[in-house]
Each structure stands twice: as structure tokens, then as C-alpha cells.
């Protein structure tokens, strides 16, 4: 990998490989599509690799090498297990798709896993008339489904894309794929989705207003509406350490230096302490500021208690309010000023709406710090079980105490403030769109489908359990080939022949190449 000391090395060598029609430039922008007669224009686009390009590159390519190696541990099972029915042809072919694995690499899957040569065309049949079924199933089984929401836009190419993900199981219940990015194209998915009562949405201005339109509670994202004090926080930081640094050059100086300079030297020593000082001391001041700010949009107050909309706004002016008394401080707060939105309280709003329910009046004087505790314990446990609230509910021997337990676990399942959810499958969507380039709206329904019953795997606190399960969805099958009605009748006729397998990976590489 080479690495970039300034932008201007980034353009010459664009230049200088142009000249000579070849060189790393060149390959690279042939790697991800970009002709050579274009590749001037791509100056800016390449700029992010002279600020944190290696870095970006490095976890890219190890991600890029997890999936191949998951698609590769799935290759090799396949051809242990030496599976040549026509289900398991359609579940490799199709599971690789989803996967983002390429038509050329699905048929190589498909002749280890069956000993059967297939045609791209065949490949590409068999993915047409799956993606032609998902949209239904998708609207049968999962549409709509839970009544709070975390939904954001993306853009695949030049189309923007809207999803709407539920927290808590990670089910994809909203999709579409729309021509233009307005609030009049995403009103109809909202228009869906009946239990849907509140969404939380990112600054995306079309979706905010479809969401509103629709009569549903928008919540802020904080991670958003923060995002710009945490990123002057970090510039602020890296002048806290060129003034640090100004202050070990000054006194290395003064060491060095020869009595008749020390006084001259010394007065510009005890500045720089002075200066690095200030800086450190303001850094400290206004972080601890900013953790007051963000700790006013908790669940709980700093005295344990639960949090209201009104105490949340009190605690972040009055942060904010202690933060002005310096010209940096003001910076700071001027950069908070999104989170006065009434939008970004929704989520404490709903936890009050819950939790008044209970009339827990005739508990005693001490009912709020007792309510405040069980609240407490009920999100750490939350985060480690993600099993819906009907499970729960199941589960439940019906008295009183259970009773005040699940509405204060639907209390909390409900008071969601981030979009960070949808996140993780727009991530999921990316990777795919790589590998595969166009993906067209029947192919994303079908994506959703194997999104939603997929178990989670290792690592997870959902682990062994599919967004479906989690969320309470009764399936008449945990398979989602069958689900989508495919079998060897329906599916499209595989146009194959009979091939001996080969007797090691290398001899399989040479007869794909062939």
C-alpha cells in the first residue's frame, strides 16, 4: 500500500500514470470501475486516503476477508456433505446471493456443493424467480411488524432506499426503493405499518416529515444530533496537544540553552505552560460539560429516579448555560443547540407515558426511587435478553409483581433514542451492493427475508436466534427457502450437466477456469 504525504502526490501521480497509460493509480481506479479518461475527476474522492485512507483500507480488507472465509467454510461443508437434491442446489445458489458472492463464485459453490455445472444464466433464473416471490412473503409475514421503529435512507447508486428496522430484534419490517428521495415516496411505507407508533429517525429531512405526516412520534437519533460537538470536541483535543507539545519544545530549548539566552528563553517556557495549561484545563471543564449534556437524555437521573421530559431539558440548558462562560465553551453549546428539538425528548415522553400507568400512588412516599431502581435493573437485564415481550409475557405466573415488571420491560423496550439498528443492516445492504452492483427492489425483499430469519450467530446476545424468533413472529417454517415456496418443481429448470467431482480444490479452480 502506498502512502500519501500531501494531496498534491495523489494528483501527480493520477497525472503521471495517465502519461504513461499504466502504474498503481491507474489499476486502482480500473479495480473499482473508474475508466482512465476519468480519473482526474477523482481527485476529491481520493482525498480520504490521504487523511485516514490506510487505516479505512486495512479494516476494509479485513472484513472483505471474513467474508470470504465464511464463504469459503460454507463451500467446503457443502462438499463434505456432497448434497446433490435440488433444495440444497437452490439454498446454495440462493444463500450466496444474499450473502453478496458474485455469479461466477455461486457457480463454483454450486459444483462443489452438488457435482453440477450450472450456467449463469441458470444462476440468474433461479435468483429472478426467487426475488419475484420475496416481496409477497415479506408483506405476509414481517410488514409492519412491532410498534416502534428505527428508520433511515441510504442511496444505492443514484436511488435512495428507506428502512425501517425494530430495535430490539434487528427485524427489517419497512423497505422501498424508490426514483426520488421525498417525504410523498416514503409516506407509503409508513401508510403500512399499523402498529407502528413511533419512529426514531437521523436528520434525514424526508423521512422526519414522512414519519410526521403519518401521525407516528418522532424520536432524534442523539448519535446524530451530537455528532457535530463530539467532532469539534476532537479538533479542540488536538490543540490541547500541540500546546502540550509547544510547552516540551520550549523547555527542551530552555535546557539547551546558553546562560545569556536562559531569561529570554524562560519567559517563552513559562508562557507556553501557561498557554497549555489554559487549553488542558478548558478541555477538562467542557468534557465534563458534555457528559452532563448527554446524561440529561438518560432514562434515569443522576439521583437514580426515572427521567422526564421536563427534568432532561433543565439538567442540558443548565449544562449548556455553564459551558458559555468561556469563548470555547460557547463554541461548544452553539454546536449542542440541534438537541434542544423537541424530538430528541420523545423517547423520555414515552418512558413517562408507561411508567404513569402503573398508579403506583398507594406504594409509598419512596415509590419513584423504588420504581427507579427496578427501571434500572430491567435495561442492564434488556441488554443481555432481547426476547419479546409476548415470550415475557407467556412466561408470566400473572401476579401483581410480574404485572409491574413487563410494563416497565415494555416501558423500556419503547423508550428507544438511537437508529443505530438500521445502521447495522444499511451496513449489511453496502457490502452486498458491492459484490453484486445493481440490486433492484425484488432482490432487496429477498435479502430482507433471509435478513429476518437468519440466526444471529457468535458473539452476539442474540445468538441462536433469528430477528423473527425475537420478535415474536410465528412462522409455519424456520426455513426460508420453503417459506418462499421453492422447490424442485417450482424453481426454474437448472440447465446442467453431470460433472465428476474433483478430487481437490486445486483440480476445482482449474476446471472453473476452463
Not at 411505507?189 to 418522532?218: E, P, R, Y
Amino acid at each position: 500500500m502506498v502512502h500519501f504525504t500531501s494531496p498534491w502526490e495523489v494528483v501527480n501521480g493520477m497525472q503521471s500514470a495517465r502519461q504513461r497509460g499504466h502504474g498503481w493509480v491507474t489499476t486502482y481506479l480500473r479495480q473499482v470501475g473508474v475508466p482512465r479518461s476519468t480519473g482526474y475527476r477523482w481527485e476529491g474522492e481520493l482525498r480520504w486516503l490521504v487523511e485516514s485512507g490506510a487505516e479505512e483500507l486495512r479494516r476494509l480488507r479485513a472484513e472483505c476477508a471474513g467474508l470470504r472465509a465464511e464463504v469459503s467454510r460454507r463451500g467446503e461443508a457443502a462438499a463434505v456433505e456432497a448434497a446433490r437434491s435440488r433444495v440444497r442446489e437452490l439454498g446454495v445458489i440462493l444463500e450466496a446471493a444474499v450473502l453478496g458472492t458474485s455469479d461466477g463464485e455461486i457457480v463454483r459453490l454450486v459444483w462443489q456443493a452438488t457435482g453440477r455445472s450450472l450456467s449463469h444464466a441458470t444462476v440468474n433464473a433461479v435468483i429472478a424467480e426467487a426475488s419475484r416471490r420475496a416481496p409477497e412473503v415479506f408483506a405476509r409475514y414481517f410488514a409492519g411488524v412491532g410498534c416502534v421503529g428505527a428508520a433511515d435512507e441510504i442511496f444505492l447508486g443514484r436511488s435512495p432506499l428507506l428502512l425501517v428496522v425494530e430495535p430490539r430484534s434487528l427485524l427489517l419490517s419497512g423497505l422501498r426503493l424508490a426514483e426520488r428521495c421525498t417525504a410523498e415516496d416514503w409516506k407509503a411505507v409508513f401508510a403500512t405499518m399499523a402498529d407502528l407508533h413511533q419512529c426514531v429517525c437521523d436528520g434525514g429531512s424526508a423521512v422526519n416529515a414522512a414519519a410526521g405526516a403519518a401521525g407516528l412520534g418522532v424520536a432524534g437519533d442523539l448519535f446524530h444530533g451530537e455528532r457535530e460537538a463530539v467532532a469539534w470536541l476532537g479538533r479542540f483535543l488536538a490543540g490541547c496537544e500541540k500546546r502540550l507539545q509547544a510547552e516540551a519544545n520550549a523547555r527542551a530549548a530552555l535546557e539547551a540553552a546558553e546562560e545569556c539566552e536562559a531569561e529570554r528563553l524562560r519567559s517563552r517556557y513559562q508562557q507556553a505552560v501557561a498557554e497549555a495549561d489554559r487549553m488542558v484545563g478548558e478541555w477538562c471543564r467542557l468534557t465534563d460539560l458534555f457528559a452532563r449534556a448527554r446524561r440529561a437524555f438518560d432514562l434515569l437521573t443522576p439521583e437514580g429516579r426515572p427521567n422526564t421530559p421536563r427534568a432532561a431539558r433543565a439538567a442540558f440548558e443548565a449544562a449548556r448555560a455553564a459551558m458559555r462562560s468561556t469563548p470555547e465553551g460557547g463554541t461548544l453549546a452553539d454546536k449542542l443547540k440541534p438537541l434542544r428539538e423537541p424530538r430528541f425528548f420523545t423517547h423520555l415522553g414515552t418512558l413517562e407515558r408507561h411508567l404513569s400507568r402503573l398508579h403506583l400512588e398507594q406504594v409509598g412516599p419512596e415509590r419513584a426511587a423504588r420504581l427507579g431502581r427496578l427501571l434500572a435493573a430491567t435495561v442492564a437485564w434488556r441488554r443481555r435478553d432481547k426476547d419479546s415481550l409476548s415470550v415475557l409475557r407467556a412466561a408470566s405466573a400473572g401476579s401483581l409483581a410480574d404485572e409491574v415488571e413487563l410494563a416497565v420491560i415494555e416501558a423500556v423496550d419503547q423508550a428507544v433514542r438511537s437508529s443505530s439498528a438500521v445502521e447495522g443492516v444499511n451496513a449489511r445492504i453496502r457490502i452486498v451492493q458491492v459484490a453484486r452492483k445493481r440490486l433492484g427492489e425484488d432482490f432487496l425483499y429477498l435479502l430482507a427475508v433471509y435478513h429476518n430469519m437468519h440466526k444471529f450467530g457468535r458473539g452476539s446476545v442474540r445468538e441462536g436466534k433469528s430477528p423473527a424468533e425475537l420478535a415474536g413472529i410465528q412462522l409455519p417454517t424456520d426455513n426460508w427457502i420453503e417459506l418462499l415456496g421453492l422447490d424442485a418443481a417450482q424453481a426454474p429448470a437448472a440447465n446442467a450437466t453431470e460433472v465428476t467431482p474433483p478430487a481437490s480444490s486445486a483440480a476445482a479452480g482449474a476446471k472453473t477456469a476452463a
